[in-house]
C-alpha cells in the first residue's frame, strides 16, 4: 500500500481524503504542522506528501524549503494543494522543488486520488 503524508490543518478536509484514499488503496497519515510531519517522516517515510499553504501559525511554503533542504526528504515528491489561489505563490512552490500546485476547490477527492496514485506512478 502506497503511504502519504497529508500535512493539513482542517480536520474535515483529513476525514474526507482519508477515507476516499483509503478506498483507492492509499494509505493517508495526516501532520497538522510542518514540525509535526517532519517528526512523522522520520519515523515512517511517505511515497508522497501532500502540502497545505495555508496551515495555522506557519507558512507552508517555508515546510517545502524544508523539506527540499533537508537530506532525508527532498526526494519525497510534494504536491502542494491548498486553496491559496496565488500566482506568485504557486511560481515559487514549484521553483522550491513541488511536483504541482493543485487548487482543492477545483479538485475533487476522486480526482486527487488519481493524480495521486500517477505522481507515485501507480495506476
Keep these: ?12 478536509q483529513v476525514f ?12 493517508l497519515k495526516s501532520a497538522e504542522s510542518g514540525k ?5 517522516i522520520t519515523e515512517d517515510k511517505p ?8 496551515l495555522e501559525n506557519e507558512n507552508g511554503l517555508e ?12 526526494k519525497i515528491p510534494v504536491i502542494v494543494f491548498t486553496n ?3 500566482k506568485e505563490t504557486k511560481e515559487e512552490a514549484l521553483k522550491i522543488g513541488a511536483r504541482d500546485f493543485i487548487i482543492k476547490s477545483q479538485t475533487v477527492p476522486e480526482e486527487m486520488a ?8 501507480t495506476r
Design 1 to 12: 500500500m502506497k503511504k502519504v503524508l497529508f500535512i493539513e490543518d482542517d480536520p474535515d
Design 16 to 27: 474526507l481524503y482519508r477515507e476516499v484514499f483509503g478506498i483507492k488503496g492509499i494509505d
Design 36 to 40: 509535526r510531519a517532519m517528526k512523522m
Design 47 to 54: 511515497d508522497l506528501i501532500l502540502l497545505d499553504i495555508l
Design 63 to 74: 515546510t517545502l524549503k524544508e523539506l527540499k533542504r533537508n537530506e532525508n526528504t527532498k
Design 84 to 86: 491559496y489561489k496565488g
Design 114 to 121: 488519481a493524480v495521486v496514485l500517477r505522481a507515485m506512478g
